[in-house]
């Protein structure tokens, strides 16, 4: 294939990328934000939706559709209510202590793998797409009368990842419109301004934390219900998604969401472009510099807040 | 309406309050001073539940709130301004407001109540709080603890750093208030901004009463005024 069309598929995928990224680090990201914990089981929650999504998906079995939309709606939520009950037993306990979150969000993630690994098996597991039609797509050359369009042999997508592409941005507007513009959202922000005085204002801050845990953690399945059809579940397949959640909260800036979708869309592409032309690990590799470039250029972050 | 009796707080292991009593009542204004570090702020953190009480008890029109998590305490009418404002400076002039108002699952007709109080806050309704001047701040603050509609209102010294016109609207608000039969705790560092208002005056010395008393006596006897605030 020709340089042109070939960049052509390697953004397509990085926008798959990209999309399954962006939900996967605001999770992360929110939970920060709003709770300053450091959720180093973050990975897992996006293992269990996978795995869950391939659970709901084969006991229902039937119309691949039917099935996909169950798990869509279904593993999303059956996550969030265990991170939200995970969060209620352990992270609550701790007083939300920054360093003992991170000692008992350790251990949550063997907890969940071991979990996992004893009732779904060490196989990975397909889940099969609901739909996925090959769309070719058309190039353009400059010829005698200007642009002429034509269909290079290759350069195609399926469905199913243009669906996966379009996902991102609609859940981020939902999720903008619930922090803009609902009672709710305005409990989560004041909540993360200063919880103390959330308090003194009749929010109760525990619940608040319980939900926040359970939304960033079904934030995290959804991307994986998304990205299951494309790679198969498997009981470690959170270790990815961590890191590079955890880059791009990183060089979004810690607790700014916005920083966090800009970077998860410049980490997400940059990972699958250069996965495409070279190979995965050159991506990570790329990615932990870039890592590196940004602390070093500004501490903080993107989008870092300057507060103390 | 509100007493405080003999309770004991700390911060971990660092005792600030040791059987402190104090009893506030309807439209009437007590005005606690004490040193810097006496435990003003942490007896008003103590009654909103948010520093934990160790001893005594603390009630409200004799309901026991001593063990409620801090965030039951408002819904009881209790609206606190905390010391420095603690505004949610991210949040418009607007959602602030709305935060109290949902604290005290208070409506429209209230907000347009206190929105009156401070006519420059309607103005500004769709600023962020943080980019208010200090008095705007201020008012904001008050104006948030207002719209819980409350029958206990509790100031940690609201006159910090404002300039005249600013302290005398606020000691404006404190008395209306009054008039309308809210209990006021009114926490303040300086004597001259508060025997103007005070019913009754409280001083606090290492987290103890170390003196109740009215404001006429105070203005007749210096000695007194003298030995409680020193130099
Ligand atoms: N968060 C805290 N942690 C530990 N000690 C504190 C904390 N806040 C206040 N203190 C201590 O408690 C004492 C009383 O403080 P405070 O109630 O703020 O006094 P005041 O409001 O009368 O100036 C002081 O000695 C202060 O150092
Ligand atoms: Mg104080």
């Known amino acids: 294939m ?46 269990l939706g996978a795995v869950l999504a391939w659970w709901i998906t084969s006991l229902l079995g039937g119309g691949a559709g039917l099935a996909f939309a169950a798990a869509l709606v279904g593993a999303p939520l059956m996550v969030g209510a265990i991170a939200a009950l995970a969060d209620w037993l352990v992270l ?42 090959r769309l070719a797509l058309p190039w353009f050359e400059w010829g005698e009368g200007g642009i002429a369009l034509y269909w290079p042999w290759g350069l195609s997508i399926t469905s199913y990842k243009l669906f996966v592409i379009a996902a991102a941005p609609v859940v981020l507007v939902a999720l903008w419109l619930v922090m803009t513009r609902t009672r709710l959202g305005l409990v989560l922000r004041a909540t993360r301004i200063d919880s103390e005085t959330a308090r003194a204002f009749a929010i109760p801050v525990e619940q608040v934390y319980a939900l926040v845990f359970g939304i960033g953690a079904a934030l995290a399945a959804l991307g994986a219900v998304l990205v299951v059809p494309i790679r198969q579940a498997h009981y470690l397949m959170g270790a990815d998604p961590l890191l590079l959640s955890f880059i791009v909260v990183i060089i979004g800036g810690l607790g700014s ?52 | 309406m509100l007493k405080v009796e003999a309770i004991d707080a700390a911060y971990g292991r660092v005792q600030v309050l040791r059987g402190l009593s104090i009893t506030a009542r309807a439209g009437e204004i007590l005005c606690l ?78 907000r347009a109540r206190v929105l009156a109080l401070f006519p420059r806050l309607g103005e500004r309704l769709g600023q962020r709080a ?102």
Do not use: W
Not at chain 1, 22 to 43: E, I, K
Not at chain 2, 144 to 160: I, N, Q, S, V, Y
């Open chain 2, 33 to 110: 001073l004490g040193r810097n570090g006496a435990g003003k702020t942490t007896l008003l953190k103590a009654i909103m539940g948010l520093v934990p009480v160790t001893g005594g008890g603390i009630t409200l029109d004799g309901t026991e709130i001593t063990a409620l998590p801090a965030h039951r305490i408002p819904r009881l009418g209790i609206g606190y301004i905390p010391q420095g404002r603690r505004l949610f400076g991210e949040l418009t002039v607007a959602e602030n407001i709305e935060i109290g108002l949902m604290a005290g699952r208070q409506d429209r007709e209230t």
């Open chain 1, 2 to 47: 020709e340089f042109g069309p070939h960049l052509m598929l390697a953004v397509l995928e990085g926008l798959v990328q990209a999309s399954v990224l962006t939900l996967t680090a605001l999770g992360l990201s929110l939970v920060f934000g709003v709770m300053r914990v450091v959720n180093v089981a973050h990975g897992e929650f996006f293992m």
């Open chain 2, 130 to 231: 943080d980019t208010l001047s200090g008095g705007e701040q201020q008012m904001l603050a008050t104006a948030r603890a207002l719209c819980l509609g409350p029958k206990l209102l509790l100031l940690d010294e609201p006159t910090e750093g404002l300039q005249p016109s600013m302290i005398a609207l606020i000691r404006e608000v404190v008395r209306e208030m009054r008039a309308r039969g809210v209990a006021v705790v009114l926490v303040e560092q300086r004597v001259d901004a508060v025997l103007e208002v005070a019913d009754r005056v409280v001083f606090i010395e290492n987290g103890r009463t170390a003196l109740d008393t009215a404001p006429e006596e105070l203005r007749t006897n210096p000695a007194l005024l003298h030995r409680h605030v020193g130099v």
């Open chain 1, 257 to 308: 969401l916005r920083g966090t979708v800009l970077a998860a869309v410049l980490i997400g592409m940059s990972d699958g472009i250069i996965s495409v032309f070279f190979t995965p690990t050159l991506a990570k590799i790329f990615a932990t510099l870039v890592v590196a470039m940004v602390l070093v250029a500004r501490p903080g972050g993107l989008f870092g807040e300057r507060r103390t």
């Open chain 1, 92 to 133: 609550r306990r701790v007083a939300y202590d920054p360093e003992r979150t991170i000692v008992a969000t350790i251990g949550l993630l063997y907890i969940f793998q071991q979990i996992t690994l004893m009732t779904f098996g060490p196989d990975a597991r397909p889940v099969p797409p609901p739909f996925n039609t």
